[in-house]
């Protein structure tokens, strides 16, 4: 006997977003600390600064790193990330699937959706989500199989700017205590001691908190293995495929430039099925159903 495969199961690539208020309150808070740190950068850090080119340099790569950070949360906070069709478990839409008999499905008795195989269910998004690694409250929505790549970035990108960040405090600091106080900012001695503090604490908390997130994200795809599915330590009942080919599977194809891009699609997870209507009928009772054999 075997298990729905995920590819017999509708998909949908649409633009959703999870109304679970703590989610979208670590969403703004996430994008207020990014402006934050762009506040004191710009306005503490460089535009006082007396080196042109240094304030030219750094602000050009600050800013666009902060551009990429912002684009991929609002890519993974918005990118359905692989929800199965909600109410699918009927007779007709069973059928319609055209399975061998002997093969067994399974219903998702929250959402009563037919599972493919890898789903799991959220009950924050109330909805089973294909190859799901975990529900991230500061994207407010689940990592699943088409928004991984879009967190990847994020926590890339933020951890690229905290460490950008320190060091420019690092050398503001330094600059400061060469100098006179008065003339390296444009605020009073002690809002600029508070600001560069501030950010100093901040951009470290999160340099720690994305560099083990991106860590263990990368993992998880280099693994084959969700975080899901390695903390419930399931047996892997699919065939696992190479680090490289299932790199190449989170970030839409061969590599490329678009592998650091939150604008790209992911081009292989485009389903023809995607608008397909799904068949109507009542929900099946059982949560376990085989294909009876002819």
């Known amino acids: ?46 535009l006082p600064s007396k080196n042109l080119t240094y304030s030219l340099v750094n602000g050009t790569v600050f800013n666009t790193l902060a551009f990429l950070a912002l684009a991929s949360h609002f890519r993974a906070m918005c990118t359905d990330p692989g929800a199965v069709p909600t ?17 067994v499905v399974y219903k998702c008795p929250k959402c009563c959706s037919i599972k493919p195989d890898r789903a799991h269910h959220c009950s924050v998004c109330k909805r089973c989500i294909r190859k799901m690694d975990h ?23 933020i951890a690229l700017i905290s460490l950008h960040s320190l060091v420019m405090v690092v050398f503001h600091f330094l600059y400061c205590f060469e100098d006179d106080w008065t003339k390296c900012s444009s605020f009073s001695p002690p809002a600029t001691v508070i600001l560069l503090i501030l950010l ?81 009928g009542e929900i099946i009772e059982e949560d376990i159903i085989e294909i009876p054999l002819v």
């Open 1 to 46: 006997m075997s298990i729905l495969p995920a590819h017999l199961v509708i998909t949908s690539t649409r633009m959703e977003m999870s109304q679970d208020a703590c989610g979208i309150v670590c969403g703004v808070i996430t994008w207020m600390l990014v402006f934050y740190a762009e506040f004191v950068v710009l306005f503490v850090m460089l």
């Open 87 to 103: 109410g699918n478990a009927t007779k007709e839409y069973i059928e319609s699937l055209q399975l061998k008999p002997g093969q």
């Open 135 to 157: 529900h991230c409250p500061w994207v407010n929505n689940c990592v699943g199989e088409n928004n991984q790549k879009f967190f990847v970035l994020f926590t890339m990108y």
């Open 200 to 280: 100093c604490f901040e951009a470290l908390l999160f340099l720690i908190f994305t560099s083990v997130m991106f860590g263990t994200q990368v993992h998880s795809i280099c693994t084959d293995e969700t975080g899901i599915e390695r903390l419930k330590g399931e047996q892997a009942r699919w065939e696992k495929t190479s680090c490289w080919e299932a790199m190449k599977s989170a970030f839409g194809g061969p590599f490329s430039p678009s592998w650091l891009s939150p604008f790209s699609d992911l081009r292989c997870k485009r389903d023809p099925n995607d608008h397909v209507a799904l068949p109507q």
